[in-house]
């Protein structure tokens, strides 16, 4: 089970796993996964916590108004909005950290709910998304500088280099969108072609600034079942520079408020999580700060937006 927390997501209401109800968004922390080196605790292990602690004075403002929603920041009368507080996550213990992901978010969907996960490095997505095998079929729009394909690093394979390559694997996925992939990472040739064999519909950083997000968006099939895995690397630096791997050329706030609006107004989102913050490595908490409002604005599109 969670921990319960003191000070919840913009003050949203603290619930348990237990008790909650169809159409619910629920805030679930998830400070660790697969470590590659054992024993050692994510460089992302206190983002939740940061992201809470950031954006506590707004929630004091939940019913001001918020210019990139067009409504009130906790929308009135939209899908209630509460957090489960943070799972338990312990670097020794790789396999019992994906076991009470995969669980806990199982439940939330069980409860016709839609999880917002908050990791967590780029190895939480994979028992998250194995949590769907009853709630399929989904499509994978991720966002990322890296494309995460790798089948293996140093003898791990559910690390955060692989996150995109165990997606694959799962039969519930039917398909899988890359958005702002650009630089050099842990890709090697044959990792590029295994995604493309795939199918994998790959869009650079490069490519979304000259034409816009709409063409990734319009790849995806009509009435599609998304889950969006944002991976903070994916957005510039300048923007985001809480992030252990800083690429230049990232996508922009802007380009990841129109994506969300267009999952959302689309009916089309079913959860999401939004992984590698590490806040030790932030500047002027503008990292975490941004962060923080990417969150609030997947929850208050998700709450505003028809259940469908």
């Not at 913009?10 to 909650?20: F, H, T």
Request: proline share 7%; hydrophobic share 40%; aromatic share 6%.
């Amino acid at each position: 089970m969670p921990s319960p927390v003191t000070q919840t997501f913009l003050g949203v209401p603290s619930v348990s796993l237990n008790d909650l109800a169809a159409e619910d968004i629920v805030i679930l922390g998830a400070p660790e996964a697969t470590p590659y080196t054992p024993g050692k605790a994510s460089h992302c292990h206190d983002a939740p916590d940061a992201v809470r602690a950031v954006m506590a004075r707004l929630g004091e403002w939940s019913g001001h108004y918020d210019f990139e929603l067009d409504t009130t920041l906790i929308p009135q009368g939209g899908r209630r909005i509460c957090d489960v507080g943070d799972l338990p996550g312990d670097p020794t213990t790789p396999e019992q950290n994906r076991a009470r992901i995969t669980d806990a978010v199982a439940r939330v969907l069980a409860a016709d709910a839609m999880p917002i996960v908050i990791g967590g490095d780029d190895s939480v997505p994979i028992p998250v998304l194995a949590a769907y095998e009853n709630s399929g079929p989904i499509w994978v729009v991720q966002v990322d500088a890296h494309l995460d394909w790798r089948d293996e690093r140093e003898g791990v394979r559910e690390g955060w280099s692989s996150p995109m390559r165990r997606a694959s694997e799962m039969p519930w996925v039917d398909g899988i969108v890359q958005i702002g992939i650009r630089g050099v990472g842990s890709a090697r040739p044959s990792d590029v072609d295994a995604a493309r064999n795939y199918g994998a519909k790959i869009f650079t950083a490069r490519e979304v600034h000259s034409y816009g997000i709409g063409k990734a968006v319009e790849a995806l099939p009509q009435g599609a079942r998304c889950f969006l895995t944002i991976d903070f690397d994916g957005i510039d630096p300048t923007v985001v520079p809480a992030v252990l791997s800083q690429v230049p050329g990232g996508l922009t706030y802007w380009h990841i408020i129109e994506l969300i609006e267009s999952l959302c107004t689309r009916g089309m989102l079913v959860g999401a999580d939004v992984v590698e913050l590490a806040p030790q490595l932030d500047v002027n908490n503008l990292g975490v700060r941004t962060a923080g409002r990417i969150i609030a604005n997947l929850a208050g599109n998700c709450s505003k937006a028809s259940s469908g």
